[in-house]
């Protein structure tokens, strides 16, 4: 009896597991460039970093709750990886954002998930959705001027749509 109950935890953590993500790609330092495609697929998009190197974009997951970042050096070899999405990561973006270029926020959190004008304030609001148990997601105001404004947490309006009764929160 101990042991199905043992087996039946298992299961239960395993798709548990499986809901929260697709976990860490299986990618090594040094890798060829030209091997991360097999891994991950084409990039979303490129992005320019310091040194001639280049920051790979991979969008993932249900809803876009997941962005990996692939940091490749001048010769084409990974040199990093992270999921930009993580909530620790984004708390601490929130607090350096204010005055980030337009390109450094792509660069950092990959493309929103939604983009909408910024009311009666201007420029835009951009929106990512996040691995959570909340019913939340993450927003940047971006200005006329392309800086960042400010940056938080807020409420998932698809939370509140009553036609969609998977969602967290039901």
């Given at each position: 009896m101990k042991r199905m109950v043992a087996i039946s935890v298992l299961v239960v953590l395993a798709g548990l597991t499986g809901c929260a993500g697709f976990g860490a790609p299986a990618l090594r330092v040094g890798q060829a460039q030209t091997e991360i495609a097999s891994v991950l697929g084409q990039p979303n998009a490129r992005h320019a970093l310091?040194?001639?190197g280049t920051r790979l974009e991979f969008a993932r997951g249900p809803m876009g709750r997941e962005t990996w970042m692939v940091d490749v050096d001048a010769n084409g070899r990974v040199v990093d990886w992270l999921q930009a999405l993580e909530e620790p990561r984004l708390h601490a973006f929130q607090a350096r954002a204010p005055g980030m270029s337009r390109d450094e926020l792509l660069r950092t959190l990959g493309r929103p998930g939604e983009r909408r004008?910024?009311?009666w304030a201007g420029g835009e609001?951009?929106?990512?959705r996040f691995v959570t148990n909340e019913c939340q997601w993450f927003?940047?105001?971006?200005?006329?001027?392309q800086r960042v404004r400010d940056a938080g947490f807020g409420i998932d309006p698809r939370c509140d749509d009553r036609r969609e009764p998977s969602l967290p929160g039901r």
């Open positions: 310091p040194g001639g004008r910024g009311g609001v951009w929106s990512w927003q940047v105001s971006l200005g006329d001027d």
